[in-house]
């Protein structure tokens, strides 16, 4: 099939069976382990960014490159990562250096890429129903406040089914542009995406009432 129009693999990619400690450990520590991640990278970006907060993000995807070795991960898995979305990392590096400096834009690189791959390897060796078991056992205490744990882990459910739909409509946009000679344009390519978005995500709303789900 043409490149684009065959679906994507999803963008955090599928389960891998093995046997590793990664493998072994628990959904809910990996949880925790992937949102003490986001935590750091958020605090150090917001208050200590520069050139060791960069060095320090670049040895954490060092260890995580390990970490997919180790537990004998598809090869290139992380790469595909980069592969998949270096538009944005590059956007992102060159507004933050227009704004900031070299600097700044290291430490957002290096810190989005860092929670890209920790997600990678939590859901590479962690099947979806044992992490969303994970959400709605862990969201239990909060019954107490109205929270209705079934819930949240059903809408984990439908982020974690939307992001290869979008990555389909991202890549069918992309050889919709390169078929009108448009490649180098960002507008034909985010303006479909985007509207088609919205439209996917009407559907499924509906869909959603029409089975009594509001």
């Known amino acids: 099939m043409r490149r684009g129009l065959?679906?994507?693999?999803?963008?955090?990619?599928?389960?891998?069976?093995?046997?590793?400690?990664?493998?072994?450990?628990?959904?809910?520590?990996k949880l925790l382990g992937l949102v003490l991640v986001g935590a750091v990278v958020g605090l150090v970006r917001g208050f200590a960014p520069g050139w060791p907060a960069a060095a320090g993000f670049t040895a954490l995807l060092a260890l995580l490159a390990l970490a997919a070795r180790s537990a004998r991960?598809?090869?290139g898995l992380l790469r595909a990562q980069v592969r998949r979305t270096w538009w944005l990392l590059?956007?992102?590096?060159?507004?933050?250096?227009?704004?900031?400096?070299p600097a700044l834009a290291a430490t957002v690189v290096t810190g989005l890429?860092?929670?890209?791959?920790a997600a990678t390897l939590?859901?590479?060796?962690?099947?979806?129903?044992?992490?969303l078991e994970a959400v709605v056992r862990a969201l239990g205490p909060s019954r107490r406040v109205g929270v209705d744990p079934e819930r949240v882990g059903?809408?984990?459910?439908?982020t974690l089914t939307s992001i290869p739909v979008v990555g389909r409509l991202l890549a069918e946009s992309r050889e919709a542009a390169a078929a009108r000679?448009?490649?180098?344009?960002?507008?034909?390519?985010?303006?479909?995406?985007?509207?088609?978005?919205?439209a996917h995500a009407e559907r499924l709303g509906e869909a959603l009432a029409a089975r009594g789900l509001d």
């Not at 034909?188 to 985007?194: D, E, H, N, R, S």
């Open 6 to 29: 065959a679906a994507p693999p999803p963008l955090l990619g599928l389960a891998e069976p093995g046997t590793s400690a990664l493998h072994r450990a628990g959904p809910g520590a």
């Open 73 to 75: 991960l598809r090869p």
């Open 90 to 101: 590059l956007a992102l590096a060159a507004l933050q250096w227009w704004l900031a400096g």
């Open 113 to 117: 890429l860092g929670c890209l791959w």
């Open 122 to 131: 939590v859901t590479a060796t962690t099947p979806v129903p044992d992490l």
């Open 154 to 158: 059903f809408a984990f459910t439908l």
């Open 181 to 198: 000679g448009l490649s180098g344009d960002p507008r034909a390519l985010l303006v479909p995406t985007v509207v088609r978005t919205v």
